[in-house]
């Protein structure tokens, strides 16, 4: 099957210009000017319309148990989001509990999604606990296609790993050439400032901030950039909200540490006076680290700009409002944490980055696609419109305007974080190697044809 995008302006992370790109055996074989199209191709005509490459989201949950329950979405549902928002490929944390097996854990995952996903995905490997066993699995694991661990510092007793845990994870890391993405808030710090807060009676949804400001991050970043620094391990900081943090992480990459820093949509554009809505609204807003002064979204977006935050991601994880948030009703550490984003990051990137100036389309670009795939060992194959390259395509029309709703969402979960917002752009036509998954903003994609992609370790 071939796929002829004609007269679009072809925006990539370094380049814009107008041409028709051929799509041949899901991959892009031609770009030139005044391509004519073979007998039995499909011709999309691109005139006025942005062709991007696919975006890639680094940062998904998908299957995710949390305190009892499982966030909303399957493979289907969000693999169908993902494509309709523009994003081809998405990177899901596989999450084992402390006594889980990695290799059944990863097991697990690539079951839930292998044969369901709409779209190409890979997965970061999550380390819940460091042993003989973790390490043998993890080294087996690197060889069957995955090169990049997890790991969390916060939540103590479920994820959190210790120092002798972290040291020794960050070494075998560096010895397969594998990054290590990183959750850094210290798990101490937030277990005595619930409890303190607790204890003073405040249980809503707007102490779950409270419980972890911005320093009990920045003190998480800093702690792994020590280790990052004595091992030389290469480490990127995940969803990173706030200036103190952010500045931990700029401040290690003087002397050398080699660090990278994603942020996400939710903190850009909303603020932590939302998770202090009244009548338990707030819980819907509950995330962590948690959504910040609005201060901090000036600087995340100059971050962004500069390249300062290399990578934009949703961290989506969706639980429903009515049942599942309600967990938390007299208990805000009950909440279970998490926004859905996968399905309007894009737009709402776009609308509030591009259009009000703040960044322009290579850096939107970049960070919402291209820096994705050159850390996680997908470039040039995901990231880029070059021939070669997987034909993942978004054709976007600037000229769309809309409003998000819950009412008009794919994602399975019972509300919108960005309810009513104004979006000016959507992806009209989106392609999965080379084969039409969106058309006028209707998914029309297969589910099943994802593909499970395996990265190669850097040995770096
Ligand atoms: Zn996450």
Redesign the pocket.
């Given at each position: 099957m071939s796929l002829l995008i004609k007269n679009g302006e072809i925006i990539t992370a370094n380049e814009r210009y107008t041409a028709d790109i051929w799509c041949e055996n899901e991959a892009i074989t031609r770009i030139d000017r005044d391509l004519a199209p073979a007998r039995g191709a499909e011709v999309i005509d691109a005139t006025g319309k942005y062709v991007f490459p696919g975006f890639v989201d680094p940062?998904?949950?998908v299957y995710l148990p949390c305190l009892g329950t499982f966030a909303k979405d399957t493979h289907e549902t969000a693999s169908q989001a993902a494509l309709i928002g523009g994003t081809t490929t998405f990177i899901e944390?596989i999450?084992p509990a402390r006594a889980e097996g990695p290799l059944a854990s990863f097991e697990l995952w690539l079951s839930k999604a292998q044969g369901h996903s709409a779209c190409d995905f890979t997965f970061h490997m999550g380390v819940a606990r460091y042993d003989e066993q973790v390490e043998e699995e993890m080294t087996e694991i690197v060889k069957r296609g995955l090169s990049s661990f997890?790991i969390f510092l916060a939540y103590k007793g479920i994820s959190a790993l210790t120092d002798e845990e972290l040291f020794r994870t960050l070494r075998l890391a560096k010895k397969l050439g594998v990054i290590t993405t990183a959750?850094c808030e210290n798990a101490d710090l937030i277990l005595e400032l619930q409890r303190q807060l607790l204890s003073e009676g405040k249980t809503g949804p707007e102490w779950h901030h409270e419980s972890r400001p911005p320093l009990v991050e920045a003190e998480g970043v800093h702690h792994l950039m020590t280790f990052a620094r004595l091992l030389d391990a290469h480490v990127y900081v995940?969803?990173t909200s706030c200036e103190e943090a952010l500045r931990e992480a700029v401040n290690a990459k003087q002397p050398g540490v080699n660090v990278w820093v994603e942020t996400l949509i939710q903190y850009l554009v909303t603020d932590k006076t939302y998770a202090e809505r009244p009548n338990f609204e707030g819980a819907k807003f509950v995330m962590s680290p948690p959504l910040r002064d609005r201060r901090n979204q000036a600087v995340l977006w100059n971050g962004l700009r500069d390249g300062v935050i290399s990578t934009l991601a949703t961290?989506h994880?969706p639980f429903d409002f009515a049942t599942q948030k309600r967990l938390g009703l007299t208990d805000f550490t009950k909440i279970p944490n998490?926004m859905p984003a996968l399905e309007d990051r894009i737009n709402v990137f776009y609308t509030n980055g591009v259009k009000r100036g703040r960044l322009d389309l290579h850096r939107f670009v970049d960070a919402a696609s291209t820096q994705a795939a050159k850390l996680f060992g997908l470039f040039p194959r995901k990231g880029a419109l070059q021939p070669g390259s997987d034909a993942d395509l978004v054709v976007y029309d600037p000229n769309y305007r809309g409003t998000i709703s819950v009412k008009t969402q794919t994602m399975n979960v019972d509300y919108n974080p960005f309810e009513g917002m104004a979006i000016e752009g959507r992806p009209s036509l989106v392609t999965v190697r080379g084969q039409v998954a969106v058309r006028d903003g209707k998914f029309v994609g297969q589910f099943g044809r994802g593909r499970f992609l395996q990265r190669e370790p850097s040995h770096f």
């Open positions: 940062h998904v949950h944390m999450c997890k959750h995940v969803h961290d994880a998490g």
